[in-house]
Nanobody
Framework: QVQLVESGGGLVQAGGSLRLSCAAS????????MGWYRRAPGKQRELVAT????????NYADSVKGRFTISRDNAKNTVYLQMNSLKPEDTAVYYC?????????WGQGTQVTVSS
């Protein structure tokens, strides 16, 4: 199985930036996609961004396009989410997810709070 550990969440003012990290361990050879999802209070979990581990193809939710950037460092088995121009509506628990041959794995989540 794959274990995912997120870090980098916190409290930031609107307009500020944060960078989330997701470190993968375990059977990582068969991972082909990694992504970030979030769940805001009272809402369902939604996709934020995904990236393929081989070609680096990316996909973003419309709400974060132009503000967030997902990237990967295959040598460190780590995926990042650079979040700029943060808005109060970005407040949520952010989860890392991996997908591959043996199914999906999720991290425990990291809280991001954006104050107005």
């Amino acid at each position: 199985q794959v274990q995912l550990v997120e870090s980098g969440g916190g409290l930031v003012q609107a307009g500020g930036s944060l960078r989330l990290s997701c470190a993968a361990s375990g059977i990582i050879f068969f991972i082909n996609t990694m992504g970030w999802y979030r769940r805001a209070p009272g809402k369902q979990r939604e996709l934020v961004a995904t990236i393929t581990t081989n070609g680096g193809n990316t996909n973003y939710a419309d709400s974060v396009k132009g503000r967030f950037t997902i990237s990967r460092d295959n040598a460190k088995n780590t995926v990042y989410l650079q979040m700029n121009s943060l808005k109060p509506e970005d407040t949520a628990v952010y989860y890392c997810k991996s997908g591959g041959t043996f199914g999906d794995s999720w991290g425990q989540g990291t809280q991001v709070t954006v104050s107005s």
